[in-house]
C-alpha cells in the first residue's frame, strides 16, 4: 500500500514557518500541526509567537484549535501553564489529530521549530514505553525542581546523575519512568517508535537563513512584543502561575527579572535578544542532522513559489 505524505516544514524562530505554512496550506487544501513545545500551553500567547504582530490574520481560538484565515491550526493550548506535558503527550495528541485529519483527505503540514517533537512524531527519536501516570505527576506538579530531584535521586541514581536538574518536565517524566521501573519487577524500558512511519513519509521544508537576518528578524518582534502586550501578559501569569517553571523560560524569564526590579528594562531587553540568538544557534544545530530536507533561503524573494512548485510537481496534491 502506497504511503500518504506528511509535509515537515523546519526552521529557526522568526524564519517565517508559520505564515509560510498558512499560504500552503490555502493553495493546497492543508491543515497544519505546530511542533513547538512552549506553544502548548495556554495564556501564554504574545512571549511564544502565537498571536502575529501587524498582521491581517483573522482568528478564531475553538476549544480544539485555532483557525487562522480559515486554515484548522492544532496544537495551540493543549494544556495549562502549571500542568505536566511530555513529547510523549505530544505525539498521541498528534495520533488523534492525523488520524482525523487524514480520513478529511487534508493535506497535512507538521510545522514548527522544536526539533524533539518533530523527531518523536516523524520517527527520527524513541521515547519511553511507559505511559504517562495522571495520579502521579498531580502528586509533584507543587513540588519545587529541587524536590524533584531529589525523588528522582532516592529512586534512580543513575537517572539523576544525567539529567538537567532545572528541567521541570524531564525530572516528572524521569520520576514517572522511575517508579513504574521500581514498582514491576519484570519491567523492561523498552523504547517505541513512532507509528506514523508505517502509514505517512515526511517530506522535509527547510527553512534557512544568514545569522543576521534570523537576529534582525527576532530582535524587531521582540521589541514590537515588548511595546505590545508582553509586559502584561507576564505579569498576569505571574499573578495566575507564580511558580510555574515555564516563566524561568525563553523570552518571559527576562521580563520577569524586570518586573521584579532585579535588572533595568534596556537590559531585560538586551538579555531576551541574547537568549533568543542562543535558541536559533541551537534549533540549527539540531536541524543540521535532517539531511533528507529540501532546503530554502528565505532572503530568496521566490522561495514560496519554488516550495509550491516542488510540492505540485512531485506528490498529488
Do not use: C
Not at 543540521?288 to 532546503?295: E, T, V
Amino acid at each position: 500500500m502506497k504511503k500518504a505524505n506528511i509535509f515537515v516544514i523546519f526552521g529557526p524562530t522568526s524564519s517565517g514557518k508559520t505564515s509560510l505554512a498558512i499560504k500552503l496550506s490555502k493553495k493546497l487544501n492543508g491543515i497544519i500541526i505546530s511542533a513547538d513545545s512552549r506553544q502548548v500551553y495556554k495564556e501564554m500567547n504574545i512571549g511564544t509567537g502565537k498571536v502575529p504582530i501587524k498582521s491581517n490574520y483573522d482568528i478564531q481560538k475553538l476549544e480544539y484549535k485555532w483557525v487562522i484565515n480559515d486554515i484548522d491550526l492544532y496544537g495551540y493550548d493543549l494544556v495549562f501553564p502549571n500542568e505536566y506535558f511530555s513529547a510523549y503527550d505530544f505525539y498521541n495528541y498528534v495520533n488523534d489529530v492525523i488520524e482525523v485529519e487524514h480520513k478529511k483527505e487534508k493535506n497535512i503540514f507538521l510545522v514548527g521549530g522544536t526539533g524533539f517533537y518533530i523527531d518523536v512524531v516523524t520517527g527520527k527519536s524513541s521515547m519511553s514505553g511507559i505511559k504517562p501516570n495522571p495520579e502521579l505527576r498531580k502528586q509533584l506538579e507543587n513540588k519545587t525542581t529541587n524536590e524533584l530531584f531529589e525523588i528522582l535521586n532516592r529512586l534512580n541514581k543513575k537517572m539523576a546523575s544525567n539529567i538537567d536538574k532545572e528541567n521541570r518536565n524531564r525530572l516528572i517524566r524521569a520520576i514517572e519512568i522511575a517508579s513504574t521501573f521500581n514498582n514491576a519487577k519484570s519491567y523492561k524500558n523498552e523504547q517505541i517508535s513512532s507509528e506514523l512511519t508505517k502509514y505517512f513519509d515526511f517530506i522535509y521544508l527547510g527553512l534557512t537563513a544568514n545569522r543576521e537576518t534570523l537576529y534582525n528578524r527576532v530582535d524587531g518582534w521582540l521589541d514590537e512584543i515588548w511595546k505590545n502586550g508582553l509586559l502584561d501578559e507576564t505579569k498576569y501569569l505571574l499573578a495566575k502561575y507564580k511558580n510555574s517553571d515555564k516563566l524561568n523560560g525563553l523570552v518571559y524569564r527576562s521580563v520577569v527579572e524586570f518586573l521584579n526590579n532585579n535588572i533595568k528594562e534596556e537590559e531585560a531587553i538586551q538579555k531576551s535578544k541574547y537568549d533568543l540568538h542562543h535558541y536559533i544557534r541551537r534549533q540549527e544545530t539540531w536541524f543540521k542532522r535532517y539531511s533528507d530536507a529540501n532546503l530554502f533561503a528565505i532572503e530568496d524573494k521566490k522561495y514560496y513559489e519554488k516550495i509550491l512548485n516542488l510540492l505540485q510537481s512531485n506528490y498529488q496534491l
